[in-house]
């Protein structure tokens, strides 16, 4: 009977012998090769930690002691071990979350898996612990890129201010985050990882030393005295401990014996302790370890003994960005790209082979990419930021005040807007049109296929006074979309057939399939029908106003939180202009939505083009006085609206 069929939570790992141990890694190595490569996630992180938490809930007895896990896409095996094994729908509509979930699990603590946060919640909990007087421990697991982070030493300059406050920091040392780690902080973390240890050198120093007449022991005495000289020049963790944190480490994290230890000696401590320990990501896997991009970070479903994707579905909006900013590296060489650790997850990956010297990592540190761009901007080059839509959330400050007041001309490219689905509510792009509707001067484009990308792209840098926002769905691009004629700056995609039109359908973005789909619908109930694509959604164009008030009802459609967003603009101007005329916005509702495909997800918050039709017919319905038992039925179950 396999080991891993008897875990059913932490507990049970107590009666297991460190060969049994040894056996349980293997078992569940091979487990999740076999379970994620059916269902895609992320292989490599895990297959990097199976030994350390094995370890951790060895030394630790979860729920009571906390276990923290920052970004959380490494928390598989410690969903094997507090008793989730059906890992058959990960990440799909009823199954597993991709992440840890606190409705899965009391195992489970943090689940907004953006990088960089979990020393400020480990502080936070063990502060609650003092207060309470708890005997509880917390255990925070923080991977080495996620340390660049300014977030995170912000964390560790308050959790050392408590020198009797029990915290155990695990710096899982993968030298990567997607890609490999860069920066000052893995510089430091790559010399302790080379070098022997002060211990030993001046152990070495002794004995040569006190065999050396007169001056052997005294001068053994000098160099001992000067320890923390020598530990900053042999083996620099005095970083930590100048902030006054005890360092446990570098310790081999596939060794469980020596991560029981090293945990057990931390746990016991009373204070802060750094265990640091070193990790292959990918480990036990050949495919992944020669993965060198990102040691298979994430993967979709794959052969499990090659790795080789099971299919492919063509083009994707990443790549055509990444595609056309080649082409624009070699026009123009102002033109340089930032990434914040994800440099293949962006698409900026061929640009970097390309034009090396004009890319900068700034790891995982959103707020700092944005300040580095307006600085960039005013030294005379234009920066192209690409980050993923969710993540700009955390560098909205800079935008605002770095970026717009000093009118510097930064393109910033959105990766995965919209509903993304499968990594659930933290991962959805949905709130970047809300939130950079108020940014003074900002200009947003919102490309509905792959030549608009192209296309709006190039307009984006070609602005040298303000910031511009170019923002794409995740996935396959589609067909492109032609439009059929132009109005101000806006495209039309439907003529209405009519001069006394009924809708004007505003879509925005990748939703146009969508909205072309609602026309038809809506011209079989006899509704005729105008579909425009503003492109730029802010500002708003100016023949909006006048293009809306020549229909009887206005429509917008937009994969972004209805609150603050594209609607609302299209109503505030309508409004400034005099414009009276009904309008209906249908877009995101502002709950956090859980992880299923993103179909499932459309179809749960009534974003879809039957949904949509049902309810302008209705709304159409009682302008023309054919108000109904059933037009009154459909209209009054919205489910886009919230």
Request: aromatic share 6%; proline share 5%.
């Amino acid at each position: 009977m396999p080991l891993l069929t008897r875990i059913r939570g932490p507990r049970d790992l107590d009666r297991l012998s460190l060969e049994q141990l040894d056996q349980l890694a293997e078992e569940i190595r091979t487990f999740l090769v076999d379970a994620v490569s059916k269902t895609g996630g992320h292989l490599g992180p895990n297959l990097g930690v199976v030994e350390l938490t094995i370890a951790l809930h060895r030394v630790f007895e979860s729920p009571k002691d906390r276990v923290l896990w920052d970004t959380g896409h490494q928390s598989y095996v410690h969903k094997l071990l507090t008793g989730r094994q059906d890992f058959s729908k990960l990440k799909m509509k009823g199954g597993l979350s991709g992440y840890p979930s606190q409705a899965e699990s009391e195992h489970d603590v943090i689940e907004n898996s953006h990088a960089s946060t979990v020393l400020g919640w480990a502080d936070g909990l063990a502060k609650a612990n003092q207060v309470l007087k708890r005997g509880d421990h917390v255990v925070a697991v923080i991977g080495d890129g996620a340390l660049t982070g300014g977030m995170a030493w912000e964390a560790l300059n308050n959790i050392a201010d408590a020198k009797d406050r029990p915290l155990v920091i695990v710096v899982n040392d993968n030298e990567r985050s997607y890609a490999p780690t860069i920066g000052g902080l893995a510089n430091h973390l790559a010399t302790l990882r080379t070098t022997d240890g002060y211990e030993r050198f001046l152990a070495r120093t002794r004995e040569v030393l006190e065999r050396t007449p007169v001056v052997g022991r005294p001068l053994y005495e000098t160099l001992h005295g000067a320890k923390k000289g020598l530990k900053d020049f042999i083996a620099p963790q005095g970083m930590f401990e100048d902030l006054g944190l005890k360092y446990v480490g570098p310790i081999d994290g596939h060794d469980i014996e020596a991560m029981e230890s090293a945990l057990a000696r931390a746990k016991r401590f009373g204070g802060p302790v750094i265990v640091h320990c070193l990790t292959e990501k990918g480990r036990g896997y050949q495919p992944a370890l020669q993965d060198e991009a990102d040691r298979f970070h994430a993967v979709g479903k794959i052969h499990p003994d090659t790795g080789l994707p099971i299919a492919s579905s063509g083009a994707d909006w990443t790549s055509v960005f990444g595609e056309e900013m080649v082409k624009l590296g070699k026009e123009r060489e102002d033109v340089v790209a930032i990434t914040a650790a994800m440099l293949q997850p962006v698409g900026l990956d061929k640009f970097a082979r390309a034009f090396p010297e004009r890319v900068y990592d700034v790891g995982i540190a959103e707020q700092h990419g944005a300040v580095s761009a307006a600085g960039l901007a005013t030294g005379g080059l234009h920066p192209v930021f690409a980050v993923y839509a969710t993540f700009l959330n955390r560098a909205f400050d800079q935008v605002l005040m770095d970026v717009a007041l000093h009118k510097c001309g930064v393109t910033f490219v959105l990766d995965r807007a919209g509903i993304t689905g499968t990594d659930g509510a933290s991962h959805n792009g949905m709130w970047d049109m809300s939130i950079l509707q108020v940014v003074p001067g900002l200009r947003l484009a919102a490309p509905r296929d792959a030549d608009q990308v192209r296309a709006q792209l190039r307009e984006a840098v070609d602005v040298t006074d303000a910031p511009t926002v170019v923002r794409f769905s995740k996935g396959a691009v589609g067909p492109a979309v032609p439009a059929v004629g132009r109005v101000g700056g806006m495209d039309v995609l439907r003529e209405p057939g009519t001069d006394t039109p009924d809708v004007l359908l505003v879509s925005v973005g990748a939703l146009a399939p969508m909205c072309l789909e609602i026309a038809s619908l809506l011209d079989k109930q006899g509704i005729s029908t105008t579909v425009v694509d503003p492109r730029w959604v802010k500002p708003v164009d100016e023949a909006m106003a006048p293009l809306a008030e020549r229909h009887r009802v206005v429509v917008t459609v937009e994969d972004n939180s209805r609150v603050g967003g594209v609607g609302s603009t299209v109503a505030q101007a309508l409004r400034d202009a005099g414009v009276d005329v009904p309008l209906r916005d249908f877009g995101i509702p502002p709950r956090f939505l859980d992880h299923a495909s993103r179909a499932e997800v459309l179809a749960e918050i009534g974003l879809t083009a039957p949904d949509i039709a049902r309810q302008v017919t209705g709304l159409v319905s009682r302008l023309d006085g054919r108000f109904d038992r059933t037009a009154a039925e459909v209209d009054s179950v919205e489910p886009a609206r919230d």
